[in-house]
């Protein structure tokens, strides 16, 4: 085999290998182009704190189009769940059991497109079309005249999550007991590079420097979390804000269940080959419903994790995100057709479309050039993609 | 030892019959060829032995005990598998993981249940070693295998599952002859093992090639059955085509009993 049909087979093989490629493209004209503004702090954080909302929402519909279904309502429900949210909230619902609300709305609105599409048979493209726009009528009429509801309106104080000592305490000896137990399976199984034990170990300090951290000073002490900053505040005093390690830590968890899982298995096969995977017993609606009860969690989480930040809600909160998480999501490597694709692609892939934006006005190219750059992008992941995948 | 059999096995859609009195059994370690032009009955009759269809009237026995299928799984559960010519694979998935799709290997890793994929690598290229295919990956695509080899990974994979009855929707359609060689190959092997195979084909050849009897279905009825050794490649399309019985079939034959 000659080193470039080499290289090629390697590519093919992972879906992501074609964005990783593009992003550190384009990352390195931006950085040569404009080394001052692009490589500095303030510019790599915005670029993360605005895609970690449509990194989430990338994760479901990746799911969803590996299974060969689409889902065109996520911003249309990261809306309702906002709202749903946000109204408990400063209605005096304690802020947990408001979110729970808000994420149950997210649940109910993708089962009912997961419902509909099993039930009728209609291509999931038409049902989620028809879903956001009924969707979307529902903050649109909620919130009359194009009013917006500010928690500043409400409250001054940021709402306080209080955890009793012991339930701190408990969380953090189960925590610990979680990743002991899971270390020592890692640990003992056969043919287990020195690369994955060396993580293991890594992973195992980690924790006990933050239960020691967290139980030896303060034993039994209560502790009080202010929900908003957890989901999206500052970390320490930088720009980087929490919603990037949602975005990584979820990414990360469908990642694991995508790949190492008797579910994500059944995913691939479903978007594969469905008639195939019907036939070795999987049960391919409930795939596909639970991918669509996926989808509604994720985008009414980061639509709870976004309000976390602005601290209102529009009625046109999420409008469009869709498209351009969809669009994320191809220049990933994600097939359109099903079958095949990738989440760390689909991560890469929201990272270079927030990248192209703040790269291009770094460069004073007038914003509305963003979305033809993006167009452009899509269309040539797909050549490429349709290019090497023939190598597959 | 019968392993399957069907006693006046009936089967209408609304007004339509698509099946009609059929009897029907299948030995273990026997390759019976179900031969029938199109539209007379094979699919149907397949797809009630597989628990697609139920029944309209009849009764079916495995091992001599009254089944009723709810389901394709139930007819799995007892061993029946069925590969089919297109739709046996997930071409965007590896070997392997095709293999033991929905039957992944899994290990424990703390509380979580995740696939043992190394376990299905080597797993699934011994299965297909033991009946003489030999991959060069198990973690490759099936997307890049031949016909020929995405059947035998299939029927492989229809007898590492233990099954007892494998029905074979015309395996080698769409196949070269060298691959035809093989997969013929598979069929003679699953016999030795005391597998019940079915075989549905249009290729009459091949039925004289490996069958040991061949049931004849014309317009939803059956024709009859004979062993190979009994009937000329003549007869057998003569009655396919729905001429009825040859003449000098219908004098009793010394050697009716199954060839063995």
New interface residues.
Partial sequence: MKPYDAIRTRLARSPEAGAAAGFSVIFLVFALATPDTFLSHSAISSILNSQAVPGILAIGITLLMISGEFDLSVGSILGVSSLAFLYATVNGVPVLLAATIGLIVGCVLGLINGLLLVSTGIPSFIITLGTMLAYRAIPLTAISGGRIIRYADYSRESPVLEVPGLLVFVFSLALFF??L??????WR???QSIKSKILVAAALLFVAYLVTGALIPHPLMSVKIDFFDALNGRIGTGNYRTSILWWIGLTSVFA?VLS???F???V??T???A???R????HIDRVRVTNFVISGFLAALAGIIQVARLKSVDPLRGTGLELEVIAAVVIGGTLLTG??GSLIGSAIGTALTGMLRTGLVLMHVPSNAFRGAIGAIMIAAVVINNFVRKE? | MVLLELKNIGRRFGHIVALKGIDFTLEDGEILALLGDNGAGKSTLIKVITGVYPPSEGDMYFEDEVIRFNSPQDARDLGIETVYQDLALVPSMSIARNFYLGRELVKQVGPFTLCDQAAMDTGAASALGEIGIHIRNAGESVARLSGGERQSIAIARALHFGSRVLILDEPTSALSVGETRKVLGYITAAKEKGIGVIFITHNITHVFEVADRTTILSHGEKVGDFPICDVTQDDVAAMVMGQGIPEHLLIPCPNQSKRQ
């Fill in positions: 979680l990743v137990w899971t270390a020592r399976d890692i199984a056969r043919n694991i190492q899982t008797r994500g298995n059944a691939f096969a978007g594969g080959n008639q195939a995977a036939l070795q017993g999987i079958g095949y597959r």
